[in-house]
């Protein structure tokens, strides 16, 4: 398997998620400029994330690890880690709390399905789909 998969599913997963929160705010005329805010906030957002996930950063590598060492297929892999991933998102979420909680769960979940599903998982892969 693809050993940078873990690093590149976690930081396309951190870079994306909070454009993909920003999206629905631009659509609604009463709240754009939430949506100009939480852009402006990007690098703060990418930081605190970054920070926060890193716990389900070091149990993710130590599932990928077990799971390469189990030679699984790749799509079982890919979802496996995705869904692993997407439980870490709510926990720490979930923990933190806030006003927008919900909104970011399904933003970075979002953004941790589609990163998951389009990188390369198998070594030689040259597909962004799931094989």
């Known amino acids: 398997m693809n050993s940078k998969y873990y690093i590149n599913h976690w930081v396309l997963t951190l870079v994306t998620g909070p454009l993909l929160l920003s999206i629905p705010n631009f659509r609604s005329e009463s709240i754009q400029g939430l949506a100009i805010r939480l852009l402006d906030m990007y ?30 297929r790749p799509v079982l ?14 926990t720490t979420m979930s923990l933190i709390g806030g006003s927008a909680t919900k909104e970011i ?3 970075y979940s979002a953004s941790a399905v589609i990163s998951g599903v389009l990188l390369p998982i198998g070594a030689g892969q040259n597909k962004i789909l799931m094989h």
């Open 77 to 90: 892999f890919k979802l496996i880690l995705i869904f692993w991933t997407i439980a870490g998102i709510t």
């Open 105 to 107: 769960i399904v933003a």
């Open 43 to 72: 690098d703060l957002m990418l930081v605190f994330s970054a920070l926060f996930s890193i716990p389900t950063l070091a149990t993710y590598y130590i599932i990928f690890k077990v799971l390469e060492r189990k030679k699984i």
